[in-house]
């Protein structure tokens, strides 16, 4: 199983970035997933989520309106299309997986992406 996120790197405040998360050793179809991240000393932070179908989304209000997530079930690519960065998104941003069809919701990382946003 592997989850490799990609897109990240450095921007200017008002930027806008796209994160991939391709998927691969299980179905992806059958997984919702998640988008978080994480800066130094913390814990990782829910940012966006997508139901298996991706016809339901759920955004953090920290980046409701700038960030968007969407998924392509044919490619297993989950994405994170972020506009009007600003220097608090400065973070590590991780692709999480979670099997909706079994009762244990068997949960799956990737390695993450550095996102840093200047001033």
């Known amino acids: 199983v592997q989850l490799v996120e990609s897109g990240g790197g450095l921007v200017k405040n008002g930027g806008s970035l796209r994160l991939s998360c391709a998927a691969s050793g299980f179905t992806f179809s059958f997984y919702s997933m998640s988008w978080y991240r994480q800066t130094l000393g913390e814990e990782p932070s829910w940012v966006a989520d997508?139901?298996?179908?991706?016809?339901?989304?759920h955004l953090s209000d920290l980046v409701k309106g700038r960030f968007d997530i969407s998924r392509d079930n044919a490619k297993n690519m989950l994405y994170l299309q972020m506009n009007s960065l600003k220097p608090e998104d400065t973070a590590v941003y991780y692709c999480?997986?979670?099997?909706?069809?079994?009762?244990?919701?068997?949960?799956?990382w990737g390695q993450g992406t550095q996102v840093t946003v200047s001033s």
């Open positions: 997508i139901n298996p179908g991706g016809g339901i989304t």
């Open positions: 999480h997986a979670r099997d909706t069809t079994s009762v244990s919701g068997t949960t799956y």
